[in-house]
């Protein structure tokens, strides 16, 4: 079963453009979750998604940020427009039903690194 | 405010050695409580999922205990190996609004000698 997919691995923009991270999650999986980390900080929490429905995104960072998650499936994040304080990793992770034991494990993709110059 | 501190920041043992890593958190009113382990330039593999009515959670050489009242978790490793050297990270749930958002703390950095 292919895990939770991430693209691009890496991304290296202007301060001032538009990036657009992509999240694939693992097939079944109703809820997507976005996380990230910034330069010697723990991994921060931004939004979580349960089929296309944002559920909870008290911790998106400021109108900059977009995520969507057409069709329940895959997921965009899009930062517009990028600052410098924007660089760090970003985390997807999804899981299957946070009230069920096992299936409410959170599977993390590999991160996209981006830098923002 | 959920906060999760991990103690010690970093570690370094030699091969074989049994070890406790140690997680502690401000809000006793978790969901659940997932560690997981991150190796270098990859993202987080998920170790052990321990719910909040339980109070340990055991996979292979990984014992995972939880005391919710305390506020603390603990990851005991047996025997440990060179390929266990990763940066250890805990996170409890917490869930308000329906949404079930993990909560990092800083992690601790094992390295296994071998």
């Known amino acids: 079963e292919a895990g939770v997919t991430q693209f691009p691995s890496h991304s290296v923009i202007e301060k001032g453009q538009t990036v657009t991270l992509r999240c694939d999650p693992i097939s079944g999986h109703d809820n997507l979750y976005w996380y990230r980390r910034v330069m010697g900080k723990e991994i921060k929490f931004l939004l979580h998604?349960?089929?296309?429905?944002?559920?909870?995104e008290s911790g998106m960072p400021n109108n900059r940020f977009l995520a969507e998650r057409t069709g329940g499936t895959y997921s965009t994040l899009k930062v517009q427009p990028a600052e410098l304080e924007d660089s760090g990793v970003y985390f997807c992770a999804s899981s299957q039903d946070p009230h069920r034991g096992e299936e409410e494990t959170q599977y993390f993709g590999p991160g996209t690194r981006l830098l923002v110059l | 405010k959920q906060e999760v501190t991990q103690i010690p920041a970093a570690l370094s043992v030699p091969e074989g050695e049994n070890l406790v890593l140690n997680c502690s958190f401000t809000d006793s009113a978790i969901y659940n409580l997932q560690w997981f382990r991150q190796d270098p330039g990859k993202g987080l593999t998920s170790l052990l999922l321990i719910q909040s009515s339980q109070r340990e959670q055991t996979s292979g050489r990984l014992n995972a205990s939880l005391d919710k009242s305390s506020g603390r978790s603990t990851l005991y490793i047996a025997a440990s190996q060179p390929g266990d050297s990763a940066t250890y990270l805990c996170?409890?749930?917490?869930?308000?609004?329906?949404?079930?958002?993990?909560?990092f703390g800083k992690g601790t950095k094992l390295s296994v000698i071998p």
């Open positions: 996170a409890p749930t917490y869930s308000g609004a329906g949404s079930y958002q993990l909560t």
């Open positions: 998604f349960v089929k296309e429905s944002k559920q909870d």
